[in-house]
């Protein structure tokens, strides 16, 4: 099966006579420990990348495979986090644009609109467009989402290594029922977020 054609979003923008596209999107919204990623790209216009598509329907394999292509071939990328305590100071919304406000910084001011995977959008000093599952639906995004959930994944596994009772390489954070047993056997590390917790401890 030929591969879909990612570039009728930008295709659209362009003939409207938008200039430099980048493509934003996050990793790790949902998960009760570690941060949350965001990534930007700007890919050059119609680079057909072989097997690109939404992370989340990818291999880790894939994924993997792909991230160096990304970043060999793209005009700009930038790969930004917000932290497990800020997103307990102003929560995983806020927290969630700040890492993607930090990704786009590192873009270098070379996009001239940003499309946003989801429906909330904020001000990030340049026009931004949301698309509703944009990171099946446009290449910029779907290159951000591998850039953010590989990035993502490599921090989580390497913070098994700190804290190797929860289990972080498997399950990424995410509530998994083994996480959920290591909370109970060991509390939560620094790793958690404790805003994320309180249902939790609620219940116990």
Sequence with gaps: MADKYLWEIEDSLKEKGVGVICGVDEAG???LAGPVYAAAVILPDHL???GLDDSKKLTDKRRRELMPIIKEQAIAYGIG???QQEIDEINILQATFLAMERAISQLGGKADLALIDGNREK???????TVVKGDSRSANIAAASVLAKVSRDDYMEEMAKQYPQ??????????????YEALRTYGHCPLHRVTFLKKFYGDK
């Excluded at 001000?123 to 467009?129: A, H, I, K, S």
């Excluded at 289990?167 to 998994?176: A, P, S």
């Design 29 to 31: 919204r949902g998960p």
């Design 81 to 83: 986090v917000a932290t």
């Design 166 to 179: 929860y289990g972080f390489e498997i399950h990424k954070g995410y509530g998994t029922k083994a996480h």
């Design 48 to 50: 057909q990348i072989p």
């Design 123 to 129: 001000d990030f000093g340049l026009p931004v467009m």
